[in-house]
C-alpha cells in the first residue's frame, strides 16, 4: 500500500481519481481548501485535508506531505482572476514540488495541459494567456526538479464516460474524457518508465498502458 497525496481534491478528475486509489487499497490524502467538500471526498474513500494551498509555504507544504510516497497536483484556480491563477497554477504549484523535495516525497505527478509549454502561443491580450503562462512555469520548474515526475498533458475534458483507451501520440488537442485522465495518472503512477516524460494525449483507440509506450 502507498500513500498518496492529491493536491486539489475535490476537482472532477481528483475525485475519480481518489476513487479508483482507493479501491485498488492505496491509502489516499486529498487536499481541499474548502471544507465544505470534505463529505464528497471521504466519500471516494480518501481522507480529506482542509489546507489553503495558495498560503502555505514551502516548510507547511512539507508537513502536509510529509510521509506520502507520491504527490499529484490536480488544482487549478478555475481561471478569471489572472493574479489568482499565477498564485495558484504557478506559485502554489511550484511551492508543492520545493516541498515535495523537502518532505522526500520523490514521486510527482503534474495535471497540466495539452498546450502547455513556454511557447503555447497564446495572446497576452487573451484571456487563457495567464493560465498558459502559468502552467508553462509550473511545468518547467518540475521538469529542473530532482523528484521523479511525469506531467500528463490532457487534451479538452469531457465528462463522457471513460473507455480506458487514449490517443498517446496526436498532435494536435481534441478532447478527452475525466475519467480517462484519471486512469491515466493512477497508470504512471504504477509505471516507473514514465518517469521524466510529458505525456500529451486525447481519446483514442489504444489501451492506456499500450499508448504509453507506443
Request: net charge negative; no cysteine.
Amino acid at each position: 500500500m502507498s500513500r498518496i497525496a492529491i493536491i486539489g481534491g475535490h476537482g472532477k478528475v481528483a475525485l475519480l481519481l481518489a476513487h479508483r486509489l482507493a479501491v485498488k487499497g492505496e491509502d489516499v490524502t486529498s487536499i481541499i481548501r474548502n471544507p465544505g467538500h470534505a463529505e464528497d471526498v471521504a466519500a471516494t474513500g480518501a481522507v480529506p485535508a482542509v489546507a489553503d494551498i495558495e498560503t502555505l509555504d514551502v516548510d507547511e507544504f512539507a508537513t502536509l506531505l510529509d510521509g506520502h510516497d507520491a504527490v499529484i497536483w490536480a488544482a487549478g484556480a478555475g481561471g478569471g482572476d489572472p493574479a489568482r491563477t499565477y498564485a495558484v497554477d504557478r506559485d502554489a504549484a511550484i511551492r508543492s514540488m520545493d516541498a515535495a523535495q523537502t518532505a522526500a516525497v520523490k514521486r510527482y505527478v503534474m495535471v497540466s495541459y495539452f498546450g502547455a509549454r513556454p511557447d503555447h502561443g497564446v495572446p497576452e491580450d487573451n484571456s487563457f494567456f495567464a493560465y498558459a503562462e502559468a502552467k508553462a512555469a509550473a511545468d518547467e520548474h518540475l521538469r529542473a526538479s530532482d523528484l521523479d515526475w511525469t506531467i500528463l498533458g490532457p487534451s479538452g475534458l469531457t465528462l463522457a464516460p471513460g473507455t480506458g483507451t487514449i490517443d498517446a501520440s496526436a498532435e494536435e488537442s481534441t478532447t478527452v474524457s475525466r475519467d480517462n485522465v484519471a486512469r491515466v495518472a493512477e497508470a504512471v503512477l504504477d509505471d516507473d518508465r514514465t518517469i521524466g516524460r510529458t505525456i500529451r494525449f486525447n481519446d483514442g483507440p489504444t489501451p492506456i498502458a499500450d499508448a504509453l509506450h507506443a
